[in-house]
């Protein structure tokens, strides 16, 4: 099974970002590759999605807690809408990312940036800069995981960021895992911190992580989770990183002698770091504080005999949905998100509650919202490379703005409706 490789050349990266500097390179930097060993698993038949519409109900507008758990945003489907949608212009985005600005870097096709999430019983809340930020008054919000978490996370900025005069912000990156933006009106931060796997790995470094081997210490979180333990909203992603048949699972400290290894079936693998997690979690969430959420995977369109096309295509080209209701790619690995159901239905019993963010079947039709070829390319383009724009296109991440401004969306909802105070 051929490994499909974004490698992205990670150059230096310290200092305080003014935000006179182009934070173009700053995303850049961190980001390096994203090497999926791919598995793939039978796909099970689709999911039937009612299609009739039942008098939309507004949620958000008002401050009652059950709007949200009556209707199921993630149940729904996307509506042409030029008019509103893009949320934000990516040339006015003072913080965009070069490997997510499509339109920067060529592409031409511009409607998946006029696409709305219609959920099929309700409408999703506008997205109101102003409230969030009051919202996050004094307050942390932290994305804790991946590339796909952290476009998401860029998506955010760009959605704050019209509402904040440039002099009232600024966005902090001192080389480490964790990078800081913050609305210093409000004193709010919204922050991204790197930990692919959740857990420590050999991974770790949020600019050099290219590694062959991955090696995951599964019962060991603390180093990275000390740095986002006391947030007030926690969002989480884990997938990508682990689709691969078995991970080398150490017991013991990295470099150690004594380290045992061993290799561990994936799923089992996974499921031992998201307990891990949610023990943390458990453990040292202030419950009466903190809201905590889970993305869900992040689709990839990497094989486009998956949606009925010649074999050997992916992404690149693409430039209109799945129209397949209930589509689903054999990237996409259920047995993983049942996984994280569990673990967070556990975590349920014992008192601590996390909002999973379903995003998976509504990305999926999104095979034309990836980056592909149109992103800042890190290092030359060889000819063999010029020649296969096939080869080197990017069809994991995701354009912005696009796709994960949804996401947003729907975290913004999940925010407002189940405030705890
Ligand atoms: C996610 O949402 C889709 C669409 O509503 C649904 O078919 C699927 O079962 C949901 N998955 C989970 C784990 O909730
Ligand atoms: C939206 O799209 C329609 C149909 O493609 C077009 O006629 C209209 O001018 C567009 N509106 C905007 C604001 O771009
Ligand atoms: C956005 O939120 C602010 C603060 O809550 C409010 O004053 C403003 O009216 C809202 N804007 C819209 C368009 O709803
Ligand atoms: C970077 O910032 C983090 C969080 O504020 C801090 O824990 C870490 O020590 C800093 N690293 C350096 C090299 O300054
Ligand atoms: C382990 O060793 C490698 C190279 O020998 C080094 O780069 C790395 O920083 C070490 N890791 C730890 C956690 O000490
Ligand atoms: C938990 O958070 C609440 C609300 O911010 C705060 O009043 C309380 O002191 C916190 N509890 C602990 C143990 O830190």
């Not at 900025?157 to 080389?175: E, F, Q, R, S, W």
């Not at 790995?201 to 060991?220: C, G, K, M, T, Y």
């Not at 000390?226 to 969002?235: C, F, M, S």
Request: glycine share 6%; aromatic share 12%.
């Amino acid at each position: 099974m051929a490994a499909k490789k974004h490698i992205l050349l990670p150059e230096a990266v310290s200092g305080t970002i003014d935000i006179r500097c182009s934070f173009h390179s700053l995303i850049g930097l961190l980001v390096a590759a994203l090497v999926v060993g791919a598995i793939y698993l039978t796909a099970e038949s689709g999911y039937l999605v009612r299609e009739e519409d039942e008098g939309h109900k507004l949620i958000g507008a008002t401050n009652d807690t059950t709007t949200t758990s009556g209707c199921d945003l993630f149940a729904g489907k996307w509506v042409y809408d030029n008019e509103s949608y893009p949320l934000y212009k990516d040339k006015e985005c003072s913080f965009m990312s070069d490997q997510l600005a499509c339109a920067k870097f060529g592409r031409k096709d511009l409607d998946y940036q006029h696409w709305r999430w219609q959920p099929h019983q309700c409408d999703l809340p506008r997205f109101n800069a102003t409230a969030l930020l009051e919202r996050l008054r004094n307050k942390r919000l932290v994305f804790v995981g991946d590339s796909l978490n952290r476009g998401q996370w860029v998506s955010m900025v760009c959605l704050l960021d019209k509402a904040i005069p440039p002099h009232l912000k600024y966005m902090h990156n001192n080389g480490s895992s964790l990078i800081t933006f913050k609305a210093k009106e409000y004193n709010a931060k919204i922050e991204f911190y790197w930990a692919p796997l959740l857990v420590e790995s050999n991974s770790d470094d949020p600019v050099l992580h290219r590694l062959p081997e991955r090696i995951v210490r599964a019962q060991a979180i603390e180093k990275h989770a000390r740095h986002w333990t006391d947030a007030d909203i926690l969002v989480f992603n884990t997938y990508l990183w682990w689709r691969r048949p078995q991970m080398d699972v150490l017991w013991g400290t990295f470099n150690s002698s004594d380290g045992i290894y061993k290799k561990v079936d994936m799923l089992r693998s996974y499921e031992l770091a998201l307990k891990t997690w949610a023990d943390w979690l458990e453990i040292h969430v202030n419950r009466s504080k903190t809201q905590l959420f889970f993305m869900s995977m992040s689709p990839t369109h990497e094989r486009a005999e998956e949606w009925g096309q010649p074999e050997g295509g992916n992404c690149y080209t693409e430039t209109e949905m799945i129209k397949e209701v209930g589509y689903r790619g054999k990237g996409t690995d259920p047995k993983m998100m049942r996984m994280v159901e569990a673990t967070i239905d556990d975590l349920e019993r014992r008192g601590l509650n996390v909002q999973m963010i379903n995003i998976t079947q509504l990305s999926e039709y999104r095979k034309e919202g990836h980056p592909s070829i149109y992103r800042k390319q890190w290092e030359p383009l060889t000819q063999e490379q010029l020649a296969d724009p096939l080869g080197y296109a990017d069809c994991v991440h995701w354009c912005l703005p696009g796709v994960p401004d949804v996401w947003n969306e729907l975290l913004y909802a999940y925010i407002f409706n189940h405030t705890q105070n």
